[in-house]
């Protein structure tokens, strides 16, 4: 945009120049010093202040006024990563940062970019180089926060002689900008420009204001300057605060401490919980809510009681701070101002923390009656820093009275459906809250069809991993057959039973277990109603029985090997099907894996390779065939794909092996010139010219044959004839050298190729492979060159 006004002025002086002599000028008169922006003026000043960039409206970010982060952002805080999208998510970084866990600071998500004050921009690629930038600014800019012009805004453009020779129209804070900079910097008043009135200024508040002439102008800017307070809170800040902690009512209106007595605490359903001081007891409350308008930040209460009358109505937020906030509301006779201050030591009041709620528990017969643990349901999950004294009450007025407490709430049984019991809470100095707890018994029934159940059975294999709150079964294998057969695996023996499914008569799903006669499974044996149903989880009671079935983990081939080719994996841990940890023996051996099932494990200038197959049984578990060649051939076996995830793969045998690989990135087998080699080739067929095994040449094996280097690792090698499917890969090993890796073993002559070599010659025409490193060797080579 700068170079843009700078060429427009350039030409407009061109212009001048030029045409100063045409026929038909339009001749005005000289304006007045007051109507021309003179460079370098206090208005002109003034102008450029309002519309610099203002950098100091994101300090709380890169704690520097000179320039601005452009949004959005992602940055991390004490292991809490947040997206800031606009200046009004900046509240949330203020809360991160004053939690004593925020002591770290702010790391940001690099690249970013920041804007100066003059409107450029560059990337910053790392916290160095931010520092530098930050440690720069000397000087903070001049700004002029809280007034903007209202745009388009036009100017008259004069020359010397005062023609007007051009309309120029400005259509932001950032043109404007440029525009008086450029308007500076024309060649010694070459060019003149007066402001084309009127022009209207907007202030914070959302006021405006029509300015006619540049002594208006200049006289409204200075007294915005004059009178600019930072902008109120967002809304989101005012709830923020209000729910953060207890606030006392310091004065309203006229009246100062009459009130000051009363704690207010906002409760986040709506409700403000009010406590009086001087009585520690909990008296009705008022309902209270924070909306923002295009006039501001409001804070509506209504419903307070009498004594509360005064705080009634609709409250602008002036200011606001975490400790303080000051609200006006408009009444017919005069502006009441009320001030509220946090006050989080005065009553450490537990009542926050709790809320009237329903809880349900499961009625195993349908009969509307069960047990609820109501310490269990209602208090478990509750998190409170203050201390507090429980009580459950079947009435009311027992709550208040704190009577006749049910002395065994965790096995309470409903006399009716729903019913209502009462929970009175009471903090260390006496006083207390009663919150209504609404007890519901629902019918075990899941939301699960028979054909529900069914499908996730035979999906899979299954694992009790609760049964009567023990895990004792859990390492017993389920596999559900669609013929009714069920095969139990665990122990070192396995064995077979029968399972069905029907539906149960209050509408749920009844799950049976017969005929299983191992030691300990046979427990299972008999009717089971399903009460709670997942794809990857059923629950099942059976009298006073409680069973909990979890699925293995299922997964693709697609998905392994979308994670497998991702970085290089290393040995994490291997026990062998005898029992032995052997992770030893592959320290230090890289494995990549590509999508075509290839294989390649590097140690220094050892080189395996093989493959990884895989497929999925008729239970959707994952099987893979991972064999090797070489020294790392110890590891190839069958395995099932127990876990899967972007950082970790395990592996388990049908025996008792257990093979993990954990993925590391910091290092990588290419450079540029295994993706020279690779682009050469790409680009065409090929055929070997030369080729000797055991120091004896058999070149003529491969004629007529053509090779195709495919990307993705797979080979194609044709006589015409017969086609070869092989895998090959180009690498540099951990000693620097150039390697080729060929993978076949199949027909003739293709399996004489499958080696590791070393390329000792390499051009966009000619390939020379060695099996031992020295290009003057002539035991095993190949020799391909481009067709």
Same mark, same amino acid.
């Given at each position: 945009?700068k170079?843009?006004?700078?060429l427009?002025?350039?030409?407009?002086v061109?212009?001048?120049?030029?045409?100063s002599?045409?026929?038909?000028?339009?001749?005005?008169?000289?304006?007045?010093?007051?109507?021309?922006?003179?460079?370098?003026?206090?208005l002109?000043?003034?102008?450029?202040?309002?519309?610099?960039?203002?950098?100091a409206?994101?300090?709380?970010?890169?704690?520097?006024?000179?320039?601005?982060?452009?949004?959005?952002v992602?940055?991390?805080?004490s292991?809490?990563?947040?997206?800031?999208?606009?200046?009004?998510d900046l509240?949330m970084?203020?809360?991160?940062?004053?939690?004593?866990?925020?002591?770290d600071?702010i790391?940001?998500t690099?690249?970013?970019?920041?804007t100066?004050g003059?409107?450029?921009?560059?990337?910053?690629e790392?916290?160095?180089?931010?520092?530098?930038i930050?440690?720069?600014?000397?000087?903070?800019?001049?700004?002029?926060?809280?007034?903007?012009?209202?745009?388009?805004?036009?100017?008259?453009?004069?020359?010397?002689?005062f023609q007007?020779?051009?309309?120029?129209?400005i259509?932001?804070d950032?043109?404007?900008?440029?525009?008086?900079?450029?308007?500076?910097?024309a060649?010694?008043?070459a060019v003149?420009?007066?402001?084309?009135?009127?022009?209207t200024?907007v202030?914070?508040n959302?006021?405006?204001?029509?300015?006619?002439s540049?002594?208006?102008?200049e006289?409204?800017?200075?007294?915005?300057?004059t009178?600019?307070?930072?902008?109120?809170?967002?809304?989101?800040q005012?709830?923020?605060?209000?729910?953060?902690?207890?606030?006392?009512?310091?004065?309203?209106?006229d009246?100062?401490?009459?009130?000051s007595?009363?704690?207010l605490?906002f409760?986040?359903?709506?409700?403000?919980?009010?406590?009086?001081g001087f009585?520690?007891?909990?008296?009705?409350?008022?309902?209270?809510?924070?909306?923002?308008?295009t006039?501001?930040?409001?804070?509506?209460?209504s419903?307070a009681?009498?004594?509360?009358?005064?705080?009634?109505?609709?409250?602008?937020v002036?200011s606001?701070g975490?400790?303080?906030?000051?609200?006006?509301?408009?009444?017919d006779?005069e502006?009441?101002?009320?001030?509220l201050?946090?006050?989080?030591?005065t009553?450490?009041s537990?009542?926050?923390?709790?809320?009237?709620?329903?809880?349900?528990a499961?009625?195993?017969d349908?009969?509307?009656?069960?047990t609820?643990?109501?310490?269990t349901l209602v208090?478990g999950?509750?998190?409170c820093?203050?201390d507090?004294t429980?009580?459950?009450h079947?009435?009311h007025?027992d709550?208040?009275?704190?009577?006749?407490?049910?002395?065994?709430?965790?096995?309470?049984?409903?006399?009716?459906?729903?019913?209502?019991?009462y929970?009175?809470i009471?903090?260390?100095?006496?006083?207390f809250q009663v919150?209504?707890i609404?007890?519901?018994?629902?019918?075990?029934?899941?939301d699960?069809s028979?054909?529900d159940v069914?499908?996730?059975l035979?999906?899979?294999?299954?694992?009790?991993?609760?049964?009567?709150?023990?895990?004792?079964?859990?390492?017993?294998?389920?596999?559900?057959?669609?013929?009714q057969?069920?095969?139990v695996?665990?122990?070192?023996?396995?064995?077979?039973g029968?399972?069905?499914?029907?539906?149960?008569?209050?509408?749920?799903?009844?799950v049976?277990?017969?005929?299983?006669?191992?030691?300990?499974?046979?427990?299972?044996?008999?009717?089971?109603?399903?009460?709670?149903c997942?794809p990857?989880?059923?629950?099942?009671v059976?009298?006073?029985?409680?069973m909990v079935?979890?699925?293995?983990?299922?997964?693709s081939?697609?998905?392994?090997?979308?994670?497998?080719?991702?970085?290089?994996?290393e $040995?994490?841990?291997y026990i %062998?099907?005898?029992g032995?940890d052997?992770? *030893?023996?592959?320290?230090?051996? @890289?494995y +990549? !894996?590509?999508?075509?099932?290839?294989?390649?494990?590097e140690?220094?200038?050892t080189?395996?390779?093989?493959?990884?197959?895989?497929?999925n049984?008729?239970?959707?578990?994952?099987?893979?065939?991972?064999h090797?060649?070489?020294? $790392?051939?110890?590891?190839? %076996?069958?395995y099932?794909?127990e876990?899967? *995830?972007?950082?970790?793969i395990? @592996?388990? +045998? !049908?025996?008792?092996a257990?093979l993990?690989?954990?993925?590391?990135?910091?290092s990588?087998?290419?450079?540029?010139?295994?993706?020279?080699i690779?682009t050469?080739?790409?680009?065409g067929n090929?055929e070997i010219?030369?080729?000797?095994?055991?120091?004896?040449? %058999?070149t003529?094996?491969?004629?007529?044959?053509?090779?195709?280097?495919q990307q993705?690792t797979?080979?194609?090698?044709?006589?015409?004839?017969?086609?070869a499917?092989?895998?090959?890969?180009?690498?540099?090993d951990?000693a620097?050298?150039?390697?080729?890796v060929?993978?076949?073993?199949g027909?003739?002559?293709?399996?004489?190729?499958d080696?590791?070599?070393?390329?000792?010659?390499?051009n966009?025409?000619?390939?020379?492979?060695?099996?031992?490193n020295?290009?003057?060797?002539?035991?095993?080579?190949?020799?391909?060159?481009?067709i």
């Amino acid at each position: 945009m700068k170079s843009l006004f700078k060429l427009t002025l350039t030409f407009l002086v061109f212009a001048v120049l030029t045409f100063s002599c045409q026929d038909e000028e339009v001749i005005i008169e000289n304006p007045s010093e007051e109507e021309v922006i003179q460079p370098g003026s206090s208005l002109s000043n003034l102008m450029r202040m309002t519309v610099t960039n203002d950098g100091a409206q994101d300090n709380l970010l890169d704690n520097s006024s000179c320039t601005e982060i452009v949004l959005p952002v992602t940055i991390t805080i004490s292991e809490t990563t947040i997206t800031i999208n606009s200046l009004d998510d900046l509240w949330m970084v203020a809360e991160l940062l004053n939690n004593p866990a925020g002591n770290d600071g702010i790391e940001f998500t690099f690249p970013i970019t920041v804007t100066f004050g003059n409107y450029t921009q560059i990337v910053i690629e790392n916290q160095d180089q931010l520092n530098s930038i930050v440690e720069e600014c000397l000087t903070e800019p001049e700004v002029i926060e809280c007034v903007d012009f209202v745009y388009p805004i036009s100017f008259s453009i004069y020359n010397t002689d005062f023609q007007v020779i051009d309309t120029v129209q400005i259509n932001s804070d950032e043109e404007l900008y440029v525009f008086l900079d450029d308007l500076d910097a024309a060649n010694e008043g070459a060019v003149l420009a007066s402001l084309n009135f009127p022009v209207t200024l907007v202030y914070a508040n959302g006021n405006t204001q029509e300015v006619n002439s540049n002594q208006e102008l200049e006289t409204a800017i200075n007294q915005a300057e004059t009178d600019c307070n930072n902008e109120g809170c967002q809304e989101e800040q005012v709830g923020y605060y209000l729910t953060d902690c207890f606030w006392t009512i310091t004065s309203v209106g006229d009246e100062v401490g009459t009130l000051s007595n009363y704690y207010l605490y906002f409760n986040e359903d709506g409700t403000v919980t009010v406590h009086d001081g001087f009585t520690t007891v909990a008296l009705p409350g008022l309902n209270w809510q924070v909306e923002g308008t295009t006039t501001g930040v409001y804070l509506f209460m209504s419903d307070a009681d009498t004594y509360l009358d005064a705080v009634n109505g609709d409250w602008l937020v002036t200011s606001c701070g975490a400790e303080m906030l000051v609200l006006q509301k408009d009444t017919d006779a005069e502006v009441v101002e009320l001030v509220l201050e946090k006050n989080c030591t005065t009553d450490e009041s537990p009542f926050s923390c709790f809320s009237n709620t329903t809880v349900t528990a499961c009625d195993y017969d349908a009969d509307g009656v069960t047990t609820f643990e109501l310490e269990t349901l209602v208090l478990g999950n509750v998190l409170c820093d203050y201390d507090f004294t429980p009580s459950f009450h079947v009435s009311h007025a027992d709550a208040e009275a704190a009577m006749n407490a049910l002395p065994f709430p965790n096995s309470y049984q409903n006399t009716s459906n729903p019913e209502t019991i009462y929970l009175r809470i009471e903090s260390n100095s006496g006083a207390f809250q009663v919150f209504e707890i609404n007890l519901v018994a629902e019918p075990c029934a899941t939301d699960c069809s028979e054909a529900d159940v069914d499908g996730f059975l035979q999906t899979c294999a299954w694992n009790i991993v609760n049964y009567n709150g023990s895990n004792d079964l859990i390492d017993f294998e389920f596999n559900f057959d669609d013929n009714q057969v069920l095969t139990v695996t665990g122990m070192g023996a396995t064995y077979t039973g029968g399972w069905s499914t029907s539906q149960s008569a209050n509408g749920g799903v009844e799950v049976v277990f017969d005929n299983v006669a191992g030691p300990s499974i046979q427990a299972i044996n008999g009717s089971w109603i399903v009460i709670d149903c997942q794809p990857h989880r059923l629950e099942m009671v059976m009298g006073d029985n409680h069973m909990v079935m979890e699925q293995q983990n299922c997964y693709s081939s697609d998905e392994l090997y979308t994670i497998a080719t991702e970085c290089r994996w290393e $040995v994490y841990s291997y026990i %062998n099907d005898q029992g032995s940890d052997v992770t *030893s023996d592959y320290d230090g051996i @890289l494995y +990549s !894996f590509f999508e075509n099932g290839f294989v390649v494990a590097e140690n220094g200038i050892t080189i395996g390779y093989g493959g990884l197959t895989a497929e999925n049984t008729a239970t959707e578990q994952l099987v893979v065939l991972l064999h090797l060649y070489n020294s $790392v051939s110890g590891i190839g %076996n069958y395995y099932t794909v127990e876990s899967l *995830s972007s950082e970790e793969i395990v @592996l388990s +045998s !049908f025996g008792d092996a257990e093979l993990i690989f954990h993925r590391t990135c910091n290092s990588t087998n290419q450079d540029g010139d295994t993706a020279q080699i690779k682009t050469w080739l790409y680009e065409g067929n090929w055929e070997i010219t030369y080729s000797s095994m055991d120091s004896a040449d %058999n070149t003529s094996d491969y004629a007529n044959v053509t090779f195709d280097f495919q990307q993705g690792t797979n080979l194609i090698g044709s006589d015409g004839s017969s086609t070869a499917n092989m895998h090959y890969e180009v690498l540099r090993d951990e000693a620097g050298n150039l390697r080729m890796v060929i993978d076949y073993l199949g027909i003739f002559p293709y399996w004489q190729m499958d080696d590791d070599w070393y390329i000792t010659e390499v051009n966009n025409q000619r390939i020379e492979l060695h099996y031992i490193n020295d290009d003057a060797n002539d035991e095993s080579v190949i020799v391909f060159e481009k067709i």
